[in-house]
């Protein structure tokens, strides 16, 4: 089926949470909201599917310009700019930017940022672009709360153990014990007064009363480093709590949508073994070695031609960890074109 222009390609489904799906974002504590205040429904962020597609497209690139001895064509700049979109050459051309050696490709591969899968569909800084990836929203709340507790001492949950230590380091580790369980009880007021002043911080009405309880903030902390300081033994708790984390929970289904816009296809192609690459391990996210971050996904891919008043669908596509999945004659007629391509695919960056 031949595909005479460039399509804009929509894919529209679900992202399904087959683990705890939890993420850390600056300046924001738990999920992202759609909305102020903790009721507001908690969304899955676009930045992190994104990223996480991204990542998966560099291994595919890589994997198909590898070098017969199996080495890599690209240098450490190559691989920032390709990954990330960062272009970490200060200043340098960007065809400097990745390997000297430049295969034979056809015209539609030429050596150039607009025609490379790679960079046109996820772009780099300067360049936009044909990649748009939403964020994934749940159907009301569907938040839990995971992890927790706090850190056990092994000589604590196996007494046997201290038979392995020498009588010295046997001294050592009840003097280490002692001291910990002195400040522990010291630092528990201070760090309950530190919560609050922060959450008053947040209800300050000026300049000045921020400062102020900044710098109350401030001298608590001095107070907890002093005790710190005291110790003989190790200055951090051995106890160390570990702190709950938000996440949506297992089995909830999210509408999602990515749209890939005026794209030819071989950039279809390419985007179809990127979601491919992404179902051998569909995980994102943090607390990733909690047992967090792998997600299911099905769509729709529908295009919309000129002059037509409704889309039209032109096949399906499944990302699971069970495997990958693409139905409909237009979209397996891009992979394959990729697939038959990729051999000669420099992702070769021009000047």
Same mark, same amino acid.
């Given at each position: 089926?031949?595909? #005479?222009?460039?399509? #804009?390609?929509?894919?529209?489904?679900?992202?399904?949470?087959?683990?705890?799906? #939890?993420? #850390?974002?600056?300046?924001?504590?738990?999920?992202?909201?759609?909305?102020?205040?903790?009721?507001?429904?908690?969304?899955?962020?676009?930045?992190?599917?994104?990223?996480?597609?991204?990542? +998966?497209?560099?291994?595919?690139?890589?994997?198909?310009?590898?070098?017969?001895?199996?080495?890599?064509?690209?240098? &450490?700049?190559?691989?920032?700019?390709?990954?990330?979109?960062?272009?970490?050459?200060?200043?340098k051309s960007q065809t400097a930017a990745v390997a000297e050696?430049?295969?034979?490709?056809?015209?539609?591969?030429?050596?150039?940022?607009?025609?490379?899968?790679?960079?046109?569909?996820?772009?780099?800084?300067?360049?936009?672009?044909?990649?748009?990836?939403?964020?994934?929203?749940?159907?009301?709340?569907?938040?839990?709360?995971?992890?927790?507790?706090?850190?056990?001492?092994?000589?604590?949950?196996?007494?046997? &153990?201290?038979?392995?230590?020498?009588?010295?380091?046997?001294?050592?580790?009840? @003097?280490?014990?002692?001291?910990? @369980?002195?400040?522990?009880?010291?630092?528990?007021?201070?760090?309950?007064?530190?919560?609050? &002043?922060?959450?008053?911080?947040?209800?300050?009405?000026?300049?000045?009363?921020?400062?102020?309880?900044?710098?109350?903030?401030?001298?608590?902390?001095?107070?907890?480093?002093?005790?710190?300081?005291?110790?003989?033994?190790?200055?951090?708790?051995?106890?160390?709590?570990?702190?709950?984390?938000?996440?949506?929970?297992?089995?909830?289904?999210?509408?999602?949508?990515? @749209?890939?816009?005026?794209?030819c296809r071989l950039e279809l192609g390419f985007f179809l073994?990127?979601?491919?690459?992404?179902?051998?391990?569909?995980?994102?996210?943090?607390?990733?070695?909690?047992? +967090?971050?792998?997600?299911?996904?099905?769509?729709?891919?529908?295009?919309?031609?000129?002059?037509?008043?409704?889309?039209?669908?032109?096949?399906?596509?499944?990302?699971?960890?069970?495997?990958?999945?693409?139905?409909?004659?237009?979209?397996?007629?891009?992979?394959?074109?990729?697939?038959?391509?990729?051999?000669?695919?420099? +992702?070769?960056?021009?000047?």
């Amino acid at each position: 089926m031949a595909q #005479t222009q460039n399509q #804009t390609f929509n894919f529209v489904g679900t992202m399904t949470a087959l683990e705890p799906l #939890t993420v #850390t974002q600056p300046g924001v504590r738990g999920l992202p909201r759609n909305g102020r205040g903790k009721d507001a429904n908690a969304y899955w962020p676009a930045t992190t599917i994104r990223g996480s597609l991204r990542h +998966c497209a560099h291994r595919v690139a890589l994997s198909k310009t590898r070098k017969p001895d199996g080495s890599s064509p690209f240098n &450490l700049d190559a691989h920032f700019l390709l990954a990330q979109g960062v272009d970490i050459s200060a200043g340098k051309s960007q065809t400097a930017a990745v390997a000297e050696d430049t295969q034979a490709v056809d015209s539609h591969l030429r050596l150039d940022v607009l025609d490379n899968p790679l960079l046109s569909l996820f772009g780099f800084w300067g360049k936009e672009s044909k990649l748009a990836v939403g964020s994934a929203y749940p159907d009301g709340q569907a938040i839990g709360y995971f992890g927790g507790g706090a850190r056990g001492v092994m000589f604590e949950r196996e007494t046997s &153990l201290i038979e392995e230590l020498t009588l010295e380091d046997q001294e050592r580790l009840e @003097t280490l014990l002692a001291e910990q @369980t002195a400040a522990a009880d010291e630092m528990r007021p201070i760090d309950e007064e530190i919560r609050g &002043l922060k959450s008053s911080l947040k209800a300050a009405e000026s300049d000045a009363q921020r400062k102020q309880v900044r710098e109350q903030i401030a001298e608590l902390e001095a107070r907890k480093e002093a005790i710190k300081d005291a110790k003989k033994e190790s200055r951090e708790s051995i106890r160390r709590p570990i702190d709950q984390y938000e996440g949506i929970v297992p089995g909830t289904e999210m509408e999602h949508r990515m @749209t890939l816009k005026s794209a030819c296809r071989l950039e279809l192609g390419f985007f179809l073994a990127v979601l491919a690459e992404f179902a051998r391990d569909s995980r994102m996210g943090g607390h990733i070695h909690h047992g +967090c971050g792998l997600v299911k996904a099905s769509y729709e891919v529908r295009v919309w031609p000129e002059g037509e008043l409704l889309p039209k669908v032109i096949g399906s596509v499944g990302v699971s960890p069970d495997g990958f999945s693409v139905e409909g004659a237009e979209l397996q007629a891009a992979l394959k074109e990729w697939a038959e391509s990729a051999p000669t695919f420099s +992702c070769k960056v021009a000047a």
